[in-house]
């Protein structure tokens, strides 16, 4: 069979909830693209982040861990020095893992500074990369914000004849009113208008075009190209044709409910307060919104097709694998809620499509796997379609490979775990909580929901009688809640408790090392009586390790001989 | 007032049980030395340290960090490059942090490898060497193992005229029987025979004669000297005249029962059958090692007496905080057990005394301090004497200095908690675990002493009513002891969950930045409605960061003009 997995096409969408796409079910947003990707792949049906936020999803994608492990909790926080990612796991085996398009990453310039890593050295380009290669770098929103003043966006918007200052802000963030009026791509009641930007030079178009340059440019050594979308991420502004495709009444129907604002929780209570809740709250913004999220959406699908036609010319399709992901949802005035930061389905239940060109995946194709998985199964995934052993003292994620293959694991996870660290919002400033103690976490099982939060009372959802998340049983005293409760409190104990640290030693080193043994082999005698029992238990020894070192051979030979006298060499004390 | 601490003495011994000193209650052996330390400053008489075991122990003393957050957890794991210690810390405010004897440390080769540091550079010297600065560094026991294969105590002994291949082997290590025999210090049952290595010239004198030549040669800067002591760690081989000074007699009497080894918890069951355990059982055996043991331990005070005068006449008494303290303790056959690796007192429970020449310090100069205190409250201890601000994103302990002011503070700790890796012992391969399950944790809350043990029943000891720690009643089902295991298991559940890993920002800068309002002034317009909605936003705004960059102001100029239409710059798309 001439199909082998060589290359990887990681593919994420930011801020895009997996309902969005006509494979997971979208009434009027059609993705036939997606879907046709779909249809040669694995739609998985729970699919979870291990955080609504960007940075700490991305990094958990990228390191295989979870935000408990490689502890980047918001978007501002950098992965510390160190950490390793899955650019770093690839290197050894010889894979090029390239950064085409966003990465919400800032490098940790104290850590560099304190390792002496020179920041435009190749080592500390890549830390500031998530561990990628530099191809196309390209965070978009606004250009002023500590990202790159001038990025190669505004250098090719330039290029063909677009003038201005600012050319992201005036162009691809600028939509055009019915009068011709120019208003910002900034405000939500405006997402429904056309962005001034065409299309075809727009953020979504460029970056796919920038990854098919890197596929013409890519050579012979295999590579892992991580395509990473801005859109469907606010600013909600699409060009034409796409912002004039769907009307209001093609949105999924707001889910909420007056019983969510009666005695709500407090940290739930604090985030409807956030502005962005507030303003979906207005009569007319969703509205406009819904319009603009799917019409940026139904744009990626459109360049998802130009993108996979490219790599059929190629070839590239018989040995490309290709997951399309995103890093969380979008609440789009689900549950009172704007933006992302909790943990209801639309915002953690993302979109994951793989599909592997390896004829053992053949079985599974057009299907749909149930399993409970997670975006740090990514990872590992990666390193084991480059042939890496496994690293479970490093990732915390599992390789989905089995799945794919058809041949589930006899064990897989129980819970999936979403992490939410909130100091850097305004919720944590109005409910006077200290960062430290700013921290929710979630343990799903399919079915129930509990999310524990430092200093209130846990949430708790029952997503078989309640899907929609209405009803929060967190403090219901029914002793079914309470039992749930207590058991996926149990279960995150489990979770927060696993070793995560020793990273430096592989479990594989241990369990093939009598470690004991070796010491002992080494010359290290703990617990020996005298030489009689050294000789005893050195019949015993494999002594590979000694063997090694001719002394230690020597001295064991020596410290054997009963007595111990004549060859302990005679010097003279001063 | 003339006193002011600027300089630390860390001084740690391996191995040493608090109650083997005659301040800590020992009824014979003798340590006026010590004693007179903790006579001028105090006495920590509840002191848990991380985990029974040398290396992770000592990371935790070095990080201020549990091992659940920086991840040593048994002694030939690197710390990962990139993990801060006290070196670090100290660094930028202008000290010196050196070490001078033990510290137990695997450099991270691979973590080096992978950031592009060179191990011979400064900074890959330090990794090395746990952050500090190299001045002398002597891990002890067998030098083929790994370590050093000439370390410098070699030479110094080939200058004062002892000859052999292999001197710490030959001298250090090698005891002479009645009958003028030599036998090797490794054995247990010859642990009470003089070594060949006279007093002056012994690993303990070496060490101290270092940590003199660092003090002389110091200079002006600020220093902490990291003193580390191999003893009483094994061999337990100590030279005449310590070797003579003490009977069997004169030892703390065994701790263990029969009851123990009746239906014992599987773990505690493996423990017992180590090597080490089996042949403190054997006759004769705990009487030959508690004469060295507390040789060892006599001579340490006596090196202390030394030392302390040296310090005295140079006047750096006046200006040293010098910390006493230790890495874990020794069984020396209690509980069936010999070595170090369970959570019962005489491991765990170490000696600490801290003298500070601050006069804030005078209030409580000879007094015993109850508070249940950490190993990693010493490096935030540090921090605070050479006036660093706490950095509690990465140091789980806390500053002692309110303790030693005799201002304790508020609120302190419920519970300590140490933790083992039991993955490298015997005992994981006799109970077929895998490495990951191989862990214990303890919470000690200064009467219950809760042990989680991955994959079977917990333990719990009641100090009050079982200050030896007989009694596990881990399995008991009396209503009282399935309330406190419950309660303990739930405190270590908070411990585990504690973010640790947030590095990179500190709680400090995320409490002082109103974050979203911040990400607005910046230009990233986050759930704003319309330009009326950003103008009524704008009067609330303290424009601080916006006014770092003119660029920003003008564009939120610009959007917030009602409409916002001319000033959008007309350049032509391609």
Known sequence: MSRRTRNILFIMCDQLRADHLSCYGHPKLHTPHIDA??????????????????????????????????????????????????????????????????????????GMSRLGIDPDSQVGVRIAECGFDPYERDDGIHPYSGHDPDPSYHRYLREHGFQGDNLW???????????????????????????????????????????????????????????????????????????????????????????????????????????????????????????????????????????????????????TMIVFCADHGDFLGDHWLGDKELFHQPVIRTPLIICDPDPRADATRGTRCQALVEAVDLAPTFLDVHGGNPVPHVMDGRSLRPWLFGKPPAQWRDIAVCECDYSFQDARIELQQPPIESWMRMAFDGRWKYVLCEGYRPMLFDLQSDPQE???????????HVDQRRRLHEALFQWARRPRQRVTVSDELIESTEVQARISENGILIGYADEADLVAQRKLFKPRYASHNPLVKETLDRLTREPYLAHAQEGTGA
Request: with cysteine; net charge negative.
């Open 169 to 319: 802000e005036e162009w691809a963030n600028t939509v055009v009113d019915k009068d011709g009026t120019f208003r910002s791509g900034w405000y939500l009641r405006y997402s429904n208008l056309p962005a001034r930007i065409p299309a075809e030079h727009s953020e979504t178009a460029y970056t796919t075009g920038r990854a098919m340059d890197f596929m013409r440019e890519a050579g012979d050594q295999p590579w892992l190209c991580h395509l990473s979308f801005i859109k469907p991420h606010w600013p909600y502004a699409a060009p034409a044709p796409y912002a004039g495709m769907y009307t209001p009444e093609d949105a999924l129907p707001v889910v909420r409910s007056d019983e969510e604002l009666r005695d709500p929780h407090p940290v739930y209570a604090a985030m409807t307060h956030h502005r962005v809740s507030r303003t979906f709250a207005q009569p007319g913004i969703r509205d406009a919104v819904m319009v603009g999220y799917m019409a940026l959406v139904k744009q990626i699908d459109d360049e998802m097709g130009r993108l996979f036609a490219f790599m059929q010319e190629r070839g590239l399709l018989e040995n």
């Open 37 to 110: 990707l779909a249809a040669r792949g694995v739609i998985f049906d729970n699919a979870y982040v291990q955080s609504p936020v960007c940075g700490p999803s991305r990094m958990s994608y990228y390191t295989g861990r979870y935000m408990h492990s490689h502890g980047v909790s918001w978007n501002f926080v950098p992965l510390k020095a160190g950490e390793m990612t899955i650019g770093d796991h690839l290197r050894p085996l010889g894979v090029r893992s390239v950064l085409v398009g966003k990465t919400h990453m800032r490098g940790d310039a104290s």
């Open 470 to 480: 209405l009803h929060d049983l967190g403090a219901s005293e029914a002793p079914e």
